[in-house]
């Protein structure tokens, strides 16, 4: 693994405001980060092991928007194939378009629905980004991260 970064995070993902990540920390609490930046590569090191990316920039914007104002919240703490509803504090089995304002669903839920709309979705596997569509691209040196590759 290239050395100098973290690797704290469990999602990034590439919307309209930017990269956004989130992941658990040592203390098992969910942690937020966003990032006012359009590039994903300097980023990259940052994942764990198995880690997820869902760029939504190739996504329709007025889905994107769309999501934002109405759909669930991604919790990586929410069991897989589940929501967790913000009104009654149930955990229910459902997809992505059965949440509401302000629920939480599972990553694979998550990362489901956003396939569904055209995101581009990558996993960390070492040193490299291994993307769906069959594209692998390596994660920068953390020295040069920030350079355009």
């Given at each position: 693994?290239?050395?100098?970064?973290?690797?704290?995070?469990?999602?990034?993902?590439?919307?309209?405001?930017?990269v956004y990540g989130e992941g658990i920390n040592e203390d098992g609490n969910r942690f937020s980060v966003?990032?006012?930046?359009?590039?994903l590569f300097p980023y990259y090191g940052e994942l764990i092991e198995g880690g997820i990316i869902v760029?939504?920039?190739?996504?329709?914007?007025?889905?994107?928007?769309?999501?934002?104002?109405?759909?669930?919240?991604?919790?990586?703490?929410?069991?897989?194939?589940?929501?967790?509803?913000?009104?009654?504090?149930?955990?229910?089995?459902?997809?992505?378009?059965?949440?509401?304002?302000?629920?939480?669903?599972?990553?694979?839920?998550?990362?489901?629905?956003?396939?569904?709309?055209?995101?581009?979705?990558?996993?960390?596997?070492?040193?490299?980004?291994?993307?769906?569509?069959?594209?692998?691209?390596?994660?920068?040196?953390?020295?040069?991260?920030?350079?355009?590759?």
């Open positions: 693994m290239k050395s100098g970064y973290e690797q704290t995070v469990t999602m990034f993902g590439k919307a309209l405001a930017g966003s990032i006012p930046d359009y590039r760029d939504k920039s190739v996504c329709d914007e007025t889905v994107v928007i769309r999501s934002v104002v109405y759909g669930g919240m991604l919790d990586l703490k929410v069991p897989a194939g589940k929501i967790a509803r913000f009104s009654s504090k149930e955990i229910v089995s459902g997809k992505y378009e059965d949440a509401e304002t302000f629920d939480y669903v599972a990553l694979d839920i998550y990362v489901e629905y956003w396939r569904k709309n055209g995101a581009r979705i990558g996993v960390r596997r070492g040193d490299y980004i291994m993307w769906e569509s069959g594209e692998v691209e390596e994660i920068p040196d953390f020295e040069n991260r920030f350079i355009n590759h």
